[in-house]
């Protein structure tokens, strides 16, 4: 069964910290998609980022870097000199891509918290 | 207009009464989803749709039903709600790599 584990439920930093938020996925398919959304406060769900389980390739944009490894199963996600705004929820999700189809399992996710 | 819609936003009901969520999208996706949100927990899948003949339990599906009444319509119903259904529901829509457009969610009390 396909899991994913936040293990970091809240993280505090001040202005300008680099902060890294983890994620550790389960599956038993060798074809899957990993994502990343963030939740405001405003409360709406904003897609982020997906990778495909081929493509390990890490992702750099702006202050966000994506770290993929599928030899620990881990999808972190990394914001380079944080800024009030990036407070929020961030999840992580994993959506495999079998012909059945299943659906997308999120992480319980992580509050950042981002003080000036 | 926002792709996926979802009404009502805010609801307060007693419990016992059968409340339905509506959902409708533009994105021209088969596959529906409706979630739960809880502090704490994250975002629980609820019931999943592929296309319209198509309907899946998720998670947490006791106490809910849903229909989809087509392609780009997706409701899920509390036949007899209760207080612990108090939350946040978010209806969304994925293409077949899983990437999901979200409504704004639908904020229902049960009191």
């Known amino acids: 069964a396909q899991k994913v584990t936040q293990a970091q439920t809240e993280i505090s930093v001040v202005e300008k910290e680099d902060v890294t938020l983890d994620c550790v996925y389960e599956t038993r398919d060798t074809t899957y998609y990993l994502f990343w959304y963030k939740q405001p406060p405003s409360g709406e769900l904003v897609f982020l980022i997906r990778r495909n389980s081929f493509d390990e390739q890490n992702e750099i944009s702006g202050r966000y870097s994506w770290n993929f490894q599928k030899s620990t199963s881990s999808f972190n996600f990394t914001i380079t000199a944080s800024q009030v705004v990036d407070s929020a929820v961030y999840f992580c999700a994993l959506s495999e891509a079998t012909q059945a189809g299943t659906a997308l399992i999120f992480g319980k996710g992580t509050t950042l918290s981002v003080s000036s | 207009d926002a792709d996926v819609t979802q009404t009502p936003r805010n609801r307060i009901t007693k419990t016992g009464k059968r409340i339905m969520l509506e959902c409708s999208q533009t994105?021209?996706?088969?596959?529906m989803y409706w979630y739960r949100q809880d502090p704490g927990l994250g975002l629980r899948l609820i019931y999943y749709s592929f296309d319209v003949k198509d309907i899946n339990k998720g998670e947490i599906s006791d106490g809910y039903s849903v229909s989809r009444q087509a392609q780009a319509k997706f409701s899920l119903s509390l036949e007899s709600a209760i207080p612990n259904q108090t939350a946040l529901y978010f209806c969304?829509?994925?293409?077949?790599?899983?990437?999901?457009?979200f409504g704004q969610g639908t904020r229902l009390t049960v009191v």
């Open positions: 994105k021209g996706h088969d596959r």
């Open positions: 969304a829509t994925s293409d077949y790599r899983g990437t999901a457009f």
